[in-house]
């Protein structure tokens, strides 16, 4: 198992692996239009967080860091069906924190979560408090009905990864 963070930078293996994640988010995500998911998945301006398996991709956080406030705004999340409750969305929302403090210098990751997804997010230490301040990220973050606002702290030392 690898974990790797790509975005939209033309480079062919970064490239295929954007692909794979794709079609998980399109076939776990059924509300998300299609042309969205690959319209945020190849902005230059979200990143991905991915595990793979060899060269298969298995799941993967979609997300946008808002460097000037320090924050993170989780798009997608999803890992395919098959190997879903192994562990490995802890695994991969851990890899996130890691990468979005040490390398994007992030302090708080904001999601609109799925109802059916609100206990993973609590169990990843999402709160249904907002503590940032609003004009911090309001305005910034995409609006999105049917899903609730939550925030997650990213604590400035803990190793989340060994
Ligand atoms: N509701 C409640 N608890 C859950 C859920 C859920 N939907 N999914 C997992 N958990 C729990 C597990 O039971 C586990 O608890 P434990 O540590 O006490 O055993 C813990 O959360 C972590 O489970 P993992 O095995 O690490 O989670 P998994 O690998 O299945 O990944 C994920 C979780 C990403 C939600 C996956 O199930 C999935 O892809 N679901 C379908 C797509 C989806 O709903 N994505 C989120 C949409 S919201 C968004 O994208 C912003």
């Not at 945020?40 to 301006?45: E, H, T, Y």
């Amino acid at each position: 198992l690898k974990f790797v963070c790509y975005s939209n930078d033309s480079i062919d293996e970064h490239m295929m692996c954007l692909i794979g994640l794709k079609n998980i988010f399109a076939r776990q995500l059924p509300n998300m239009p299609k042309e969205y998911i690959v319209r945020l998945l190849m902005d230059r301006k979200h990143k991905s967080v991915m595990v793979l398996r060899g060269n298969l991709v298995v799941g993967g956080i979609t997300y946008r860091p808002y460097h000037s406030q320090k924050f993170g705004e989780i798009a997608f999340c999803a890992i395919t069906a098959d190997e879903q409750v192994k562990g490995y969305g802890t695994r991969l929302m851990n890899h996130l924190k890691q990468h979005a403090r040490d390398v994007d210098g992030l302090t708080h990751f904001l999601t609109y979560a799925d109802n059916n997804a609100v206990g993973y997010f609590v169990k990843q230490g999402f709160t249904k408090e907002i503590y940032l301040e609003k004009d911090v990220w309001h305005g910034f973050i995409k609006d999105y009905d049917g899903g609730l606002l939550m925030e997650c702290k990213i604590d400035p030392k803990l190793p989340y990864t060994d």
